[in-house]
């Protein structure tokens, strides 16, 4: 699409092709802008290396106008209930339906699938991103006009300076780091792990699980129709998952440790940061690649309405709401105090017998609980 008159004529930058820089490249493209997405990796995330897997009703409403919520539902597993079992005990349950809205509050998909899906949306306005293109580190003086250097994969080295740069390169954040922004915040010393598993027979993708123990946890959720990821507070889990069949293939594993942090402003000058450049939490309630998808969708809608300069205040309440939730909710799964642990197995099946109670967890895990987009003009 040829960019039309007026503020669609910027030049923007976008280093990063993870979810929440092709997704302010996607939402740029289809408001009439151009702009170019450089990514310093060979391509998209692996499919079998799924890192986010779901995707909550937010992100889906968020991306519908683009068309590719629609293959998003069609491609992704549905999650219908969430379990929560504390031994042989049942502590509660969750039906995914019961959120108001369109979607059911999440549903499972790789995220190298949904990278893969957002880029075909992308590639209908001409624009693929420039893999094994590096921003280079370096100070950027002029924020206003920012310059910056990127590395070809032949090595070559091109200037650039365009009107906007948005930085959407991760958690290492070369563009971050250009900005003189730090990224303050906390590592727990919790790990999660994590194992995706395929199965020979047919399974019941249909729910998620968390199994609380004393201490530690281990969570279920679907990856694909016949792939179950477990993931786990305790290194030695893989001995205590119940598998529900034969196993076909143990695909990948993976570990890490937790990180709070998040940079305030999210913007300086004509450089704004969206994603985990700008935010990092655990992953308690899924939530770090739909919270990048939606700095991006607002940026975008921003920059279009000639606002961008309101980004950083309409964004940090929302990140700072996410990252507060997350953290308590990942105290709550890896507390090893028996007192504690016996408390939260006593006391949150009592408050999620109450309609509110459930109500404000579902929306949550729906990702409603961040402002609604204006632009959007659906009921949530
Ligand atoms: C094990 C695990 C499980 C997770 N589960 C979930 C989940 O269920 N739900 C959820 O929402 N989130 C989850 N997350 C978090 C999610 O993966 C991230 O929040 C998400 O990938 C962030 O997207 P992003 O686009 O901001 O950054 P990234 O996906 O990190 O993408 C950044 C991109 O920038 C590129 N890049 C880096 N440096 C440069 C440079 N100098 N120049 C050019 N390009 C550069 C990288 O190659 C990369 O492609 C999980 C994370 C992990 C680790």
Same mark, same amino acid.
């Given at each position: 699409?040829?960019?039309?008159?007026?503020? @669609?004529?910027?030049?923007? #930058?976008?280093?990063? *092709?993870?979810?929440?820089? %092709?997704?302010?490249?996607?939402?740029? /493209?289809? =408001?009439?802008?151009?702009?170019?997405?450089?990514?310093?990796?060979?391509?998209?995330?692996?499919? @079998?290396?799924?890192?986010? #897997?779901?995707?909550? *009703?937010?992100?889906?409403? %968020?991306?519908?106008?683009?068309?590719? /919520?629609? =293959?998003?539902?069609?491609?992704?597993?549905?999650?219908?209930?969430?379990r929560f079992h504390s031994g042989e005990k049942t502590l509660f349950e969750l039906d995914a339906r019961q959120v108001s809205g369109r979607f059911s509050a999440?549903?499972?998909?790789?995220?190298?699938?949904?990278?893969?899906?957002?880029?075909?949306?992308?590639?209908?306005?001409?624009?693929?991103?420039?893999?094994?293109?590096?921003?280079?580190?370096?100070?950027?003086?002029?924020?206003?006009?920012?310059?910056?250097?990127l590395r070809h994969p032949d090595g070559a080295m091109e200037t650039v300076r365009p009107d906007i740069l948005v930085g959407a390169d991760g958690a290492h954040s070369v563009v971050r780091k250009a900005i003189g922004a730090g990224f303050p915040g906390e590592a727990l010393e919790a790990y999660f792990y994590l194992v995706d598993f395929r199965y020979a027979e047919p399974i019941d993708t249909h729910f998620g699980e968390v199994s609380v123990l004393d201490p530690g946890m281990i969570g279920r959720l679907p990856v694909a129709s016949d792939v179950i990821r477990y993931i786990s507070t305790l290194e030695d889990f893989e001995s205590r998952i119940v598998h529900p069949a034969a196993i076909a293939e143990r695909i990948w594993a993976s570990q890490f440790r937790i990180h709070f942090r998040h940079v305030e402003p999210m913007a300086k000058g004509n450089v704004f940061l969206a994603g985990d450049a700008a935010h990092i939490h655990s992953p308690?309630?899924?939530?770090?690649?739909?919270?990048?998808?939606?700095?991006a969708c607002w940026l975008a809608w921003l920059i279009a309405e000639g606002r961008e300069q309101e980004y950083s205040a309409l964004r940090i309440p929302a990140v700072k709401q996410v990252l507060k939730q997350t953290y308590g909710l990942t105290r709550l799964i890896t507390m090893t105090n028996p007192l504690a642990i016996a408390a939260r197995n006593l006391f949150a099946p009592l408050l999620l017998r109450f309609g509110p109670m459930?109500?404000?967890?579902?929306?949550?895990?729906?990702?409603?609980?961040?402002?609604?987009?204006?632009?959007?003009d659906w009921a949530e």
């Open positions: 699409m040829e960019p039309v008159a007026g503020k @669609e004529r910027r030049s923007i #930058l976008i280093a990063g *092709a993870g979810p929440a820089g %092709l997704t302010a490249a996607l939402e740029l /493209a289809r =408001r009439g802008f151009a702009p170019r997405i450089v990514d310093d990796s060979s391509g998209p995330t692996p499919v @079998e290396e799924s890192r986010a #897997l779901g995707v909550n *009703a937010r992100t889906l409403t %968020l991306l519908s106008p683009s068309g590719v /919520a629609e =293959r998003i539902v069609e491609a992704a597993q549905t999650i219908d209930r969430f999440i549903r499972g998909l790789a995220q190298g699938h949904t990278e893969r899906l957002l880029m075909a949306a992308l590639a209908s306005y001409g624009i693929v991103p420039e893999w094994q293109t590096a921003i280079m580190a370096g100070e950027i003086a002029d924020l206003q006009r920012p310059e910056v250097t308690a309630g899924a939530r770090g690649m739909n919270l990048g998808i939606e700095d459930r109500r404000t967890l579902l929306r949550s895990i729906a990702g409603y609980d961040t402002p609604k987009p204006p632009w959007i």
